[in-house]
């Protein structure tokens, strides 16, 4: 490996990643992605499979119109419907394919090893008649015969493949293995190789690794791992471990990264697990006592990189884990000092609740804080004067509220999928403009029985800064117990934004 080098990152977030079961995107959507892709930094962007469908099309048309740094590919069959299609929309790059292995000729293709070459090096030869930069993959090809896999990258090469991309389409590769066919394969081509590893063992990542260490010179991934099954490489992963662990550079603005996965999150709807690396909630979060300890006095003791290298802010957790070191921090942040008896106090306190199996919120810690320390109520930036709700069968929910922002009244009304997403979404119309404070989590539990139960939710809320704030509220009525902890939470953040102008002002 030249460790010189930049290994390239071609993100496919916008086909393979769309082929996640249940995702579909606008073109509109697609677009942001992708604009959002290009800041990131990625020299390629997979923008669809223009033979799909007319909106699959019009997607990647509109990418390409945009004129983005990054090389725009589209995916095609080696067969002429599929590249005309892709040449229907103006592209300049191609990602051809078809598969070698005995399995997929066999069983899909029906066609016979010496078919599907001539097949590959006509559509070849086809679109590089029309001008088009090739990347070329042998689709199967970790689970093709070695000896005929090197045949069809050496033809492909001849009859004008610019480069080559090795699929491990079931991901059932290891890392040495993935090594040694990426050495083999290099031994026949004179173009650069890419690799595309999917997750079926959890291997994606590693196996990608391996494969750039064994001299790939481009990785396919996707933005938070998402695609066919379990998902493809994760970019923010293989980014990410290449830099940290491996001193290996890619153009990726790191810095991008959290907002880039939550884009397409938000986008795609798909979840962000909370332990996933780099971008899971928890991935630098920190509860437990000694961890605490150790990160506030040397970050370096808990936590691999730091967190702003991907976007992101470290957080503490107050719960039954935590230790008086954490408190603090936690207190601190919010503006509370309490002396060191109030502190034993406090966190004698939150212990309790943890071992009650209680999680404790931001804000469940400013009311503890407050009954011990004894301050009074803290000021409220944001306050609800009025809800009103409209629901029913047939009836689009419908949510408006009034709400006291700074000292001036505001009136939103959204509609959303029940009751309570109308109301959070009003509640956002509203504080969008000054802090674009989204809600990141939602629970719900009933803490009693019947259909009177006492409701409690907890939340979490985020800014565009990526302060979070939990906050709780109970109450009979689930749409206001909601629309309360999401004012609370909001409160907190926009306490904690104030006492950090206030502290860089003085
Ligand atoms: O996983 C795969 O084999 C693919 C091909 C289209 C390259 O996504
Ligand atoms: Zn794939």
Known sequence: ???????????TTLRDGEQTPGVSLTPQEKLEIAKQLDRL????IEAGFPIASQGERDAVKLIVKEGLNAEVYALARVNKNDIDAALSCDIKNI????????????????????????????GVEYAKAHGL????????????????????????????????????????????????????V????????????????????????????????????????????AGNAALEEVVISL??????????????????SKLVSQLTGIMIPPNKAIVGDNAFGHESGIHTHGVLSMPLTYEP??????????????????????????????????????????????KELGDKGKTVTDTDLVAIARSIIGRGSEEKVIDLLDLAVMTGFKVVPTASVKLVLEGKEYIAAETGVGPVDAAV????????????????????????????????????????????????????????????AMINGINEILRRRKRLQTDVSQ
């Not at 490996?1 to 990152?9: A, D, G, P, W």
């Not at 491996?246 to 153009?251: A, E, N, P, Q, S």
């Open 95 to 122: 990602h051809l394919f078809i598969a070698t292995s005995d399995i997929h000729l066999t069983y899909k293709l029906k066609m016979s090893r010496e078919q599907a070459v001539e097949k590959a090096v006509e």
């Open 186 to 229: 290099k031994c026949v081509v004179n173009v650069p190789v890419s690799v595309h590893c999917h997750n079926d063992f959890g291997l994606a990542v590693a196996n990608t690794i391996a494969a750039i260490e064994a001299g790939a010179e481009r990785a396919h991934v996707t933005v938070n791992g998402i695609g066919e099954r």
């Open 41 to 44: 930094g990625v020299d390629a």
């Open 425 to 484: 979404k009003a509640i956002q119309k509203v504080t969008d403009n000054l802090a674009n404070i989204r809600l990141k989590e939602y629970r719900l539990e009933a803490i009693t029985g019947g259909s009177d139960a006492l409701a409690e939710v907890i939340v979490k809320v985020e800014d565009r800064e990526g302060n979070i704030m939990s906050a709780r509220a109970a109450g009979e009525d689930i749409v206001i117990a909601s629309v309360e």
């Open 305 to 350: 990189i730091n967190p702003e290298l991907v976007g992101r802010k470290r957080w503490i957790q107050a719960g039954k884990h935590a230790g008086a070191h954490g408190i603090l921090a936690k207190l601190h942040e919010m503006g509370w000092q309490p002396t060191e008896e109030q502190l034993k106090a406090i966190t004698n306190r939150v």
């Open 1 to 11: 490996m030249n460790f010189y080098k930049y290994v390239e990152i071609f993100d």
């Open 133 to 184: 930069n090739i990347e070329f993959s042998a689709e199967d090809a970790t689970r093709s015969d070695l000896e005929y896999l090197k045949k069809v990258y050496k033809f492909v090469v001849e009859a004008g493949a610019n480069r080559i991309d090795i699929p491990d389409t079931v991901g059932v590769m290891t890392p040495s293995k993935i090594s040694n066919i990426v050495k083999e």
């Open 243 to 260: 830099y940290s662990l491996y001193g290996i550079k890619t153009r990726i603005n790191t810095q991008l990264i959290y907002s880039t």
